[in-house]
């Protein structure tokens, strides 16, 4: 199983890069240099007797792609990178799967295109995802996909996560952090999770509340410096009970307050309701109804 408990840091190897030779000059030799630099390798693999599997991406630099593959597959990964500054691996062992993308010491010049991973994962076998992103672009995708247990990290990135169809395999709980980073989610619902945590430390975040909500779900959001838009369908009923101070100011149009709860127009009539605990230390929130 994957560990529940702290997450580990990623690795810091270091590995020496090669000095040009003395005479190397510009036009003969940078171009062929640096065209030979970039690799891609893929590695991919087919379902077996998997019941269930764990998947742990831990990425350090540059662009990852997360989607479903097609039926049959257990995973492919395509890794773009200049080796001379950044090292792949994907290893797969019992059921467990790690794909890393590793960050060496940079040379004066700079790698010569940006690493990037193109992750797909298994449409028809139940998963555990622990995604940790540190800086970069992510777009995850989980459309599709059975997920029974997730945490994503995002630190200094611009991560875009959709979830456009429901979770077949409930979940009792999510975990989203946000470092210093632009996050957007959309489709959270979908999720299928009863309860969904979101810990934003600086930035803009924006949550997408489309979906369908399990009955009873609940969404836990603690928010540190900035900005938060939060997206209501219509047919979601929703009350927030806030927690912070004055440094906080909340747009909560179509809400009626009554003290720290704001309880939305469509609570009584609501198909779904969804119970918000919001703690934020300064920044702004607003609530933004969708149709």
């Known amino acids: 199983m994957i560990a529940r408990g702290r997450i580990p840091a990623l690795p810091q190897g270091r590995r020496s890069v090669l000095a040009l030779a003395a005479g190397l000059t510009v036009v003969a030799g940078t171009g062929e240099l640096r065209a030979q630099e970039l690799r891609t390798l893929t590695h991919s693999r087919q379902v077996t007797d998997e019941g269930r599997i764990e998947v742990r991406v831990m990425y350090g630099l540059g662009r990852l792609k ?8 257990l995973y ?3 890794m773009h990178f200049d080796e001379r500054f950044a090292v792949p691996t994907t290893e797969y062992d019992g059921g467990r799967l790690e794909v890393t993308m590793e960050i060496e010491d940079e040379a004066d010049e700079g790698p010569s295109d940006t690493p990037s ?4 994962l298994p449409s028809d076998v139940p998963m555990d995802l622990h995604l940790d992103f540190i800086a970069g672009q992510a777009d995850l995708d989980l459309t599709g996909m059975h997920v029974e247990w997730m945490i994503l990290n995002s630190g200094a990135s611009d991560t875009q996560l959709r979830i456009s169809a429901a979770n077949p395999r409930q979940m009792d709980s999510a975990k989203i952090n946000v470092g210093v980073a632009d996050f957007e989610a959309r489709g959270l619902g979908n999720l299928n999770a009863r309860q ?5 430390g600086l930035g803009f975040v924006a ?4 979906g369908e909500w399990p009955q ?5 959001i603690e928010m540190g410096l900035g900005a938060m838009r939060i997206l209501i369908p219509e047919s979601l009923g929703v009350r927030v009970r ?4 004055f440094l906080t100011s909340i747009d909560a149009d179509g809400f009626v307050k009554d003290r720290d709860t704001y309880t939305s127009h469509n609570w009584e009539r609501a198909d779904r309701r969804l119970e918000v605990d919001l703690s934020a230390a300064l920044g702004a929130v607003e609530f933004v ?3």
């Open 66 to 73: 997360v989607r479903r593959g097609p039926s049959g597959l």
């Open 76 to 78: 492919r990964a395509r």
């Open 117 to 120: 991973i193109d992750l797909e």
């Open 196 to 200: 969904v945590f979101v810990n934003a």
């Open 207 to 210: 949550l997408g509340l489309e």
């Open 216 to 220: 009873d779900a609940r969404l836990s």
């Open 242 to 245: 806030y927690e912070g101070g």
């Open 289 to 291: 109804w969708t149709s």
